[in-house]
């Protein structure tokens, strides 16, 4: 079946440290790739997006995400956490080929310790 | 200030009924979503609309029903066929359903049955 794959549930991760979350979706043709963070007892919001250009995209709060058509992959990294990134991450993909619907992944955990 | 407003946030539901949740939005969209989020199985589209009077099944929708008689209302119905409805229930709505375009969410409702 076609989806959207997040390759780690849990990550910890010291302050200052370096964090990759990995994102792989199997659908092809044209595709929209989202990354959206879900931050302790709030709601779901975009942290970024790419539609099509340069497949290095820049988001909110220091995240970069790169496209690799090739890999099927949309990786969200940031250089260096702070105790205020703990949240869940999602990985979302609009795919013409699934009728435009929004599928997402199953979610990172992400918990940075002070 | 425009948004999507889920009511209400906590819901409790004794087993063998049905109970309605409540999705308004003001920002003029002509799509809207229901997801159910599970710990580690992300999102998972019950149903959309892409017009009024209009929508269709997504992933998940047995169990579930909804209508759309005004484009700012999308109400979600979860009916005692639904084996499993505790969880975590998210309504979102985009301009349209075209690829290029984003979802915006509300802060969900918190569905358990006792």
């Known amino acids: 079946a076609q989806s959207v794959s997040q390759h780690n549930h849990h990550v910890i991760l010291s302050e200052a440290a370096s964090l990759e979350l990995g994102c792989n979706y199997s659908y092809g043709g044209t595709v929209n790739l989202f990354w959206y963070v879900q931050y302790p007892g709030q709601h779901l919001q975009l942290l970024l997006k790419y539609f099509s250009g340069d497949p290095l995209v820049k988001g909110i709060k220091g995240f970069e995400a790169e496209f690799i058509k090739s890999k099927f992959s949309f990786n969200l990294r940031k250089p260096s956490v702070q105790w205020s990134d703990t949240a869940e991450y999602f990985c979302a993909v609009n795919a013409r080929a699934a009728g435009n619907k929004l599928t997402f992944g199953g979610g990172t955990r992400v918990l940075v310790k002070p | 200030d425009g948004g999507i407003t889920q009511s209400p946030k906590y819901l409790f539901r004794k087993e063998g009924q049905n109970v309605t949740l409540s999705c308004e939005q003001n920002l003029n969209h002509d799509a809207m979503y229901w997801y159910r989020q599970d710990p580690g199985q992300g999102l998972r589209l019950i149903y959309y609309s892409q017009i009024v009077n209009d929508f269709q099944k997504g992933d998940i929708a047995e169990g579930y029903s909804v209508s759309r008689e005004k484009k700012e209302s999308f109400p979600l119905t979860v009916t005692s066929a639904q084996k499993n409805p505790t969880a975590f229930y998210l309504c979102?709505?985009?301009?349209?359903?075209?690829?290029?375009?984003?979802?915006?969410f509300g802060q969900g409702t918190r569905l358990t049955v006792v």
């Open positions: 979102a709505s985009s301009i349209g359903i075209s690829v290029y375009t984003e979802a915006f």
